[in-house]
């Protein structure tokens, strides 16, 4: 099933719903639209997975900005009525990992559980490298040849490794991508809800069952991060995926869709436990 929700100040959200089962809405990163969960379409086979476009990006209509953090959980939160779904686990990756945690604090009821993947808390995290600052802040460029500036842009996104020995996996994602327009300016207007968003006290606040994962080749969010956050979030667990990058939902998606899988489960079963420190995979 597929079509679009017209939101409370009139957006149009785009979303997709695969499957039966149990819950699990995918909240997309910054810029980003619903090619991203290439790899995790497949979980359709043991839940209900409900992908969609934030405001701004893909199939999603483009209001004029600045965005504010407030206007994605309103989204999130129009489209769950819209569905019909009274509860749900969200896994927010980046930028979704900042909408998955506050919609968690500002619908606490909503939310089963949290993945929060290769995500910070806003501006009082520890800074991206240099080299996917200089990516983050700048727009899309009209200049380049579009796919090569997307295989640009998407390089920091992955671990050195990843890069050297996947290049065609990396054009394939550049083509899918392709598919979707990206806008310059609903990039800024994303962009503005990321540098206005400061989540660090609010975090002992999050009581849903959290699973924080990260990839310790992360250039574009720090991975010190997610081990600030698995101190401060209560009911948290974290999960270091050895080797990945930014992108691990694509470097390590039979990895990373299990360790999803096992954290519904664990959820469900009340088997889930929260735990300092990480468990590396």
């Known amino acids: 099933m597929q079509g679009y929700v017209r939101t409370r100040d009139g957006t149009s959200i785009y979303y997709e719903v695969l499957g039966e089962g149990e819950p699990l809405v995918l909240i997309e ?50 489209l769950l009525e819209a569905l019909s779904i009274e509860r749900a686990f969200l896994w927010g990756v980046s930028m979704g990992g900042m909408i998955a945690m506050h919609f968690a604090v500002k619908h606490g009821k909503r939310v089963k559980g949290l993945v929060l993947g290769e995500t910070n808390f806003g501006t009082s995290s520890l800074p991206p490298s240099q080299e996917a600052l200089n990516v983050l802040l700048r727009p ?25 020995n996947n290049m065609a996996k990396i054009e394939q994602l550049a083509e899918l991508r392709m598919q979707f327009e990206e806008d310059p300016e609903a990039y800024k207007s994303q962009l503005a809800a990321v540098l206005t968003f400061d989540f660090k006290d609010r975090l002992k606040d999050i009581r849903s069952p959290t699973l924080i994962v990260t990839g310790d080749q ?7 991060n997610s081990y600030i956050m698995n101190q401060l979030i209560p009911n948290s667990k974290l999960v270091i995926l050895k080797g990945a990058g930014h992108l691990a939902i ?21 088997a889930f436990k929260p735990m300092k420190g990480p468990v590396v995979i």
């Open 29 to 78: 990163g910054l810029g980003y639209a619903h090619w991203m969960w290439v790899e995790q379409r497949p979980l359709s086979e043991h839940v209900k997975l409900v992908i969609y476009d934030n405001r701004g990006a893909g199939l999603s209509s483009r209001p004029k900005g600045p965005y504010t953090m407030n206007d994605f959980t309103n989204d999130l939160k129009d």
């Open 140 to 164: 899309p460029s009209p200049d380049l040849d579009r796919k090569r500036s997307l295989i640009e842009r998407m390089k920091v996104a992955f671990s050195d490794d990843f890069v050297r």
């Open 218 to 224: 992360d250039k574009v969010v720090n991975p010190v």
């Open 250 to 270: 694509i470097e390590r998606s039979k990895d990373y869709n299990q360790l999803v899988l096992n954290f519904i489960r664990e959820v469900n079963s009340g």
